[in-house]
């Protein structure tokens, strides 16, 4: 019997091709700390991490150095990492109706930070033009997930990041569900 898995929004299965390999053959073969010395499976391990940084690079079509491309071990914690280290007390912070646990949690344990949800419509996405009025003067960060991996909708970041960039507020597209899938142009 074949198998059909259709949810790949929640976890992707099976894995790209080559990715297994990839990874046994790092940790059987490499398995160094990156950059933290000079022997040669550790010059190996900066080589691999480069190769990863300058293909994300082109992924994403960044216009920064590959070494400002930043590896997290997950979704989760890059917007951990993102929220965390941006947001403080007093500060605001906008995301979609159609936020991830994985950026709702984090933002509510964080003390003093307040936050506002753009509008979907009824297929669960942002409407665009309801972003602009909710931005206040404290207002730090956006951040929105492009695909949800709940009903499967893809959000017009295009849009959004236009709205931030106007207002100079960084915005953080959590892209886990779509690249490579999707095009994302930074």
Known sequence: MDIVYLDNAATSFPKP???????????????????R??????ADAGLVALSLRERAK???NFNEKATHVIITPGATA????????????????IVSSMEHNAVMRPLMQLDGVEFSR????GEGRIIPNTLEPLIRPNTRL???AHGSNVCGTVQD???????CKKHNIPFALDAAQTAGHYPVDF
């Not at 890059?78 to 912070?93: P, Q, S, T, V």
């Open 37 to 42: 010395s000079v022997y040669a499976s550790a």
């Open 118 to 121: 753009i509008p979907c419509d």
């Open 78 to 93: 890059g917007l951990n990492f993102i929220i965390k280290g941006l947001l403080r007390a007093g500060e605001h912070c």
């Open 142 to 144: 956006v951040i929105m």
């Open 157 to 163: 970041a295009e849009a959004v990041g236009k709205v």
């Open 58 to 60: 082109r992924l994403f």
């Open 17 to 35: 091709a080559g990715m297994s390999a990839r990874m046994k053959d790092y940790m059987d073969n490499i398995g160094a700390t990156i950059n």
